[in-house]
Protein backbone atom coordinates (compact mmCIF):
# COMPACT_ATOMS: atom_id res chain seq x y z
CA UNK A 1 0.00 0.00 0.00
CA UNK A 2 1.34 3.23 -0.62
CA UNK A 3 0.93 6.21 1.85
CA UNK A 4 1.84 9.85 1.85
CA UNK A 5 2.41 11.59 4.65
CA UNK A 6 3.97 14.88 5.22
CA UNK A 7 7.40 15.42 7.22
CA UNK A 8 5.70 16.80 10.54
CA UNK A 9 3.57 13.50 10.62
CA UNK A 10 6.24 11.35 10.00
CA UNK A 11 8.31 12.68 12.51
CA UNK A 12 5.47 12.60 15.41
CA UNK A 13 5.06 8.87 14.55
CA UNK A 14 7.80 7.35 12.74
CA UNK A 15 8.00 4.40 14.96
CA UNK A 16 4.21 3.59 13.17
CA UNK A 17 5.60 3.97 9.95
CA UNK A 18 8.34 2.47 10.03
CA UNK A 19 6.74 -1.08 11.70
CA UNK A 20 3.57 -0.47 8.17
CA UNK A 21 6.77 -0.55 5.88
CA UNK A 22 8.74 -3.42 7.63
CA UNK A 23 5.88 -5.35 8.44
CA UNK A 24 3.37 -4.94 6.23
CA UNK A 25 5.26 -4.27 3.22
CA UNK A 26 3.98 -0.50 2.30
CA UNK A 27 5.81 2.26 1.16
CA UNK A 28 5.51 5.46 2.47
CA UNK A 29 6.11 8.93 0.62
CA UNK A 30 7.04 12.06 3.22
CA UNK A 31 6.01 15.25 1.11
CA UNK A 32 8.52 17.99 1.99
CA UNK A 33 8.52 21.81 1.18
CA UNK A 34 9.78 22.89 -2.40
CA UNK A 35 8.85 18.85 -3.38
CA UNK A 36 12.30 17.37 -2.06
CA UNK A 37 9.91 14.18 -1.32
CA UNK A 38 11.47 10.94 -0.20
CA UNK A 39 10.40 7.40 0.04
CA UNK A 40 10.41 5.14 2.89
CA UNK A 41 10.53 1.63 1.96
CA UNK A 42 11.73 -1.67 3.60
CA UNK A 43 15.37 -3.18 3.24
CA UNK A 44 13.71 -6.22 0.89
CA UNK A 45 12.23 -3.63 -1.42
CA UNK A 46 15.30 -1.72 -1.11
CA UNK A 47 17.39 -4.58 -2.26
CA UNK A 48 14.69 -6.12 -4.78
CA UNK A 49 15.52 -2.44 -6.61
CA UNK A 50 18.99 -2.77 -5.92
CA UNK A 51 19.26 -6.38 -7.44
CA UNK A 52 16.92 -4.96 -10.62
CA UNK A 53 19.47 -2.13 -11.13
CA UNK A 54 22.42 -4.55 -11.20
CA UNK A 55 20.68 -6.98 -13.53
CA UNK A 56 19.82 -4.31 -15.94
CA UNK A 57 23.23 -3.60 -15.64
CA UNK A 58 24.95 -6.23 -16.64
CA UNK A 59 22.36 -6.78 -19.42
CA UNK A 60 23.32 -3.89 -21.15
CA UNK A 61 26.62 -5.36 -20.83
CA UNK A 62 26.17 -8.42 -22.65
CA UNK A 63 24.00 -6.33 -25.03
CA UNK A 64 26.94 -4.67 -25.85
CA UNK A 65 29.02 -7.37 -26.19
CA UNK A 66 26.65 -9.09 -28.66
CA UNK A 67 26.50 -6.10 -30.61
CA UNK A 68 30.41 -5.89 -31.07
CA UNK A 69 30.64 -9.55 -31.63
CA UNK A 70 28.04 -9.17 -34.36
CA UNK A 71 30.46 -6.10 -35.91
CA UNK A 72 33.41 -8.37 -35.96
CA UNK A 73 35.22 -6.90 -32.71
CA UNK A 74 35.29 -10.00 -30.96
CA UNK A 75 38.75 -11.33 -29.98
CA UNK A 76 39.14 -15.36 -29.99
CA UNK A 77 40.56 -17.05 -27.40
CA UNK A 78 41.26 -21.06 -26.23
CA UNK A 79 40.11 -21.94 -23.01
CA UNK A 80 43.88 -22.15 -22.37
CA UNK A 81 44.41 -18.74 -23.27
CA UNK A 82 42.08 -17.80 -20.80
CA UNK A 83 43.52 -20.22 -18.14
CA UNK A 84 47.09 -18.68 -18.72
CA UNK A 85 45.70 -14.79 -18.86
CA UNK A 86 44.05 -15.55 -15.46
CA UNK A 87 47.61 -16.95 -13.72
CA UNK A 88 49.09 -13.64 -14.97
Given at each position: ?38 V ?34 G ?14
Open positions: MLNAVNYSTIRENLKAYCDLVSDKGDTVIVTRKNEKNVLISMDEWNSLQRAVHNADYLAKIDRSLAEIKAGRIRKTMEELEAMENE
